[in-house]
């Protein structure tokens, strides 16, 4: 799995039509920065608005995933989401003209081919998984439907239907990595047995439904005149079963398509959990009412599991986003006033910076000897470098300016911090800049300590030529 978050290199539109509206739309794939999330955008509306990929936002469920926010809504969400899921793109604003993806074949796969086609950026900022700490169950005894999620430091799945059916018997499919999703899952089409076609007609679906981008599972003896009926509803000439038991005679992709479309369905609707999962999820006779039903349980216990917002996580074994010999290529600090040794999380509101404190320090020489203590104002200069960051980050041409800190409010020292600490420094903008200036709060952690906190205000001035 990607380590950090991806967008798109570029723009890319497909159209079609809906597979329940019957509506048809052009959607297009919108690159994001860091931290944006899955968004869509009704850009046919009156103000454009916009709906984020949140399963607290889920309104429908009859066959496919529908959301809306304030009146805006998106159907048949799950094919779209899967698809980002399986190219592993976190960032992206998802524009349409119309109220629903166009359903193209019935899978994820055109939509996958666009993406590959326009290519993927790695952005600065570390992917924000869920690892799933503890079991979580659900269970649908009606439909005889059960999922679990089971602690994992990956993103695997197995699903099992078993419909009762002599065409359609037990099947079962796994994603073992999710880098597999575009290879074995993504082409596979959604399906419906011939029994729900009038039902599903009737409840005003499957309005842009065709044998195109459909699998119709024939379950039940059919003669001439229905096949007649058929064909008019599909608006076909005439349509054909062989005893394999699939309407018009369409040649599955895999022997077990339908179980594999049911594990894609779960891709896509667990997308609405809002970040990437690491969990085993296994799942037997799932459907977009459970898919859903099974995300919200999620979401709860992530959101009650969430560290303190405001200790950031530090990892030493991930790669940085910036490296020493990065970050004093943009401020203009030398020895010994190089106070931040790398950059781990870094997008346009906060910055979090990593700082050793060793005993090889040249002020511990004189700052209490025999008792080493990391000056409180060296720590304040540590917060400021790793502010100066997220500073000159506002302009395009960070090594054209300085950075001056204006004022120090509200500053305290908790904790000492001592030769073979990791201070954890973190700031994040308080407003947005104005004029050239920026307020941050500011905080140092050693481990889940607070060591010190400030409020600081910068100025960046551009350099004299």
Same mark, same amino acid.
């Given at each position: 799995?990607?380590?950090?978050?991806?967008?798109?290199?570029?723009?890319?539109?497909?159209?079609?039509?809906? +597979?329940?509206?019957?509506?048809?739309?052009?959607?297009?794939?919108?690159?994001?920065?860091?931290?944006?999330?899955?968004?869509?955008?009704?850009?046919?509306?009156?103000?454009?608005?916009?709906?984020?990929?949140?399963?607290?936002?889920?309104?429908?469920?009859?066959?496919?995933?529908?959301? *809306?926010?304030?009146?805006?809504?998106?159907?048949?969400?799950?094919?779209?989401?899967?698809?980002?899921?399986?190219?592993?793109?976190?960032?992206?604003?998802?524009?349409?003209?119309?109220?629903?993806?166009?359903?193209?074949?019935?899978?994820?796969?055109?939509?996958?081919?666009?993406?590959?086609?326009?290519?993927?950026? *790695?952005?600065?900022?570390?992917?924000?998984?869920?690892?799933? #700490?503890?079991?979580?169950?659900?269970?649908?005894?009606?439909? =005889?439907?059960?999922?679990?999620?089971?602690?994992?430091?990956?993103?695997?799945?197995?699903?099992?239907?078993?419909?009762?059916?002599?065409?359609?018997?037990?099947?079962?499919?796994?994603?073992?990595?999710?880098?597999?999703?575009?290879?074995?899952?993504?082409?596979?089409?959604?399906?419906?047995?011939?029994?729900?076609?009038?039902?599903?007609?009737?409840?005003?679906?499957?309005?842009?439904?065709?044998?195109?981008?459909?699998?119709?599972?024939?379950? @039940?003896?059919?003669?001439?005149?229905?096949? *007649?009926? +058929?064909?008019?509803?599909?608006?076909? @000439?005439?349509?054909?079963?062989?005893?394999?038991?699939?309407?018009?005679?369409?040649?599955?992709?895999?022997?077990?398509?339908?179980?594999?479309?049911?594990?894609?369905?779960?891709?896509?609707?667990?997308?609405?959990?809002?970040?990437?999962?690491?969990?085993?999820?296994?799942?037997?006779?799932?459907?977009?009412?459970?898919?859903?039903?099974?995300?919200?349980?999620? @979401?709860?216990?992530?959101?009650?599991?969430?560290?303190?917002?405001?200790?950031?996580?530090?990892?030493?074994?991930?790669? #940085?986003?910036?490296?020493?010999?990065?970050?004093?290529?943009?401020?203009?600090?030398?020895?010994?006033?190089?106070?931040?040794?790398?950059?781990?999380?870094?997008?346009?509101?906060?910055?979090?910076?990593?700082?050793?404190?060793?005993?090889?320090?040249?002020?511990?020489?004189?700052?209490?000897?025999?008792?080493?203590? /990391?000056?409180?104002? /060296?720590?304040? *200069? $540590?917060? $400021?470098?790793?502010?100066?960051?997220?500073?000159?980050?506002?302009?395009?041409?960070?090594?054209?300016?300085?950075?001056?800190?204006?004022?120090?409010?509200?500053?305290?020292?908790?904790?000492?911090?001592?030769?073979? =600490?990791?201070?954890?420094?973190?700031?994040?903008?308080?407003?947005?800049?104005?004029?050239?200036?920026? @307020?941050?709060?500011?905080?140092?952690?050693?481990?889940?300590?607070?060591?010190?906190?400030?409020?600081?205000?910068?100025?960046?001035?551009?350099?004299?030529?």
């Amino acid at each position: 799995m990607n380590i950090k978050q991806h967008t798109l290199k570029g723009q890319v539109t497909l159209s079609g039509v809906g +597979l329940h509206t019957g509506a048809n739309a052009n959607m297009t794939f919108v690159p994001a920065p860091a931290h944006h999330g899955i968004k869509f955008q009704r850009t046919d509306l009156p103000g454009q608005p916009i709906i984020e990929a949140d399963v607290d936002l889920v309104v429908d469920v009859s066959r496919g995933t529908t959301i *809306e926010k304030n009146g805006a809504r998106i159907y048949t969400t799950e094919h779209t989401l899967a698809a980002l899921m399986g190219c592993e793109v976190d960032n992206v604003l998802i524009q349409l003209d119309g109220p629903e993806p166009p359903i193209m074949d019935g899978s994820s796969q055109l939509y996958v081919n666009a993406l590959l086609e326009t290519g993927f950026t *790695e952005q600065s900022a570390f992917r924000n998984f869920f690892e799933v #700490p503890e079991s979580i169950t659900y269970a649908d005894k009606e439909r =005889d439907v059960e999922i679990a999620a089971l602690p994992l430091d990956d993103y695997r799945l197995t699903v099992m239907v078993d419909y009762n059916s002599p065409v359609l018997g037990s099947q079962h499919a796994s994603l073992n990595d999710i880098t597999l999703f575009n290879k074995d899952i993504a082409s596979c089409r959604t399906f419906c047995f011939l029994h729900e076609l009038e039902m599903l007609h009737k409840q005003n679906l499957i309005k842009g439904g065709d044998l195109n981008n459909a699998i119709v599972i024939v379950d @039940k003896v059919i003669n001439d005149d229905e096949l *007649e009926h +058929l064909a008019k509803l599909f608006n076909k @000439k005439n349509i054909e079963v062989k005893k394999e038991g699939i309407l018009n005679n369409i040649e599955l992709r895999y022997k077990n398509e339908p179980a594999r479309h049911k594990l894609l369905d779960l891709v896509g609707d667990l997308a609405l959990v809002g970040r990437p999962l690491k969990a085993q999820i296994l799942a037997a006779r799932p459907g977009h009412a459970a898919n859903v039903e099974f995300a919200k349980k999620i @979401k709860k216990m992530m959101l009650s599991t969430v560290k303190a917002k405001e200790i950031p996580e530090y990892d030493p074994s991930m790669p #940085p986003v910036m490296d020493a010999n990065e970050i004093y290529r943009i401020l203009p600090h030398a020895y010994p006033f190089k106070m931040i040794d790398k950059i781990i999380y870094f997008d346009d509101k906060t910055v979090v910076g990593i700082k050793n404190v060793t005993i090889n320090e040249p002020f511990f020489v004189g700052h209490f000897p025999g008792n080493p203590v /990391f000056p409180g104002v /060296f720590q304040i *200069e $540590a917060l $400021a470098q790793t502010g100066g960051i997220l500073a000159l980050n506002s302009v395009s041409d960070p090594e054209g300016y300085w950075t001056y800190f204006l004022a120090i409010e509200n500053c305290r020292f908790k904790k000492m911090v001592v030769p073979g =600490d990791t201070l954890l420094l973190k700031c994040e903008l308080t407003a947005p800049l104005k004029r050239g200036i920026l @307020k941050m709060q500011c905080q140092a952690f050693v481990g889940s300590n607070l060591v010190c906190e400030a409020s600081l205000t910068a100025s960046i001035v551009k350099k004299n030529k």
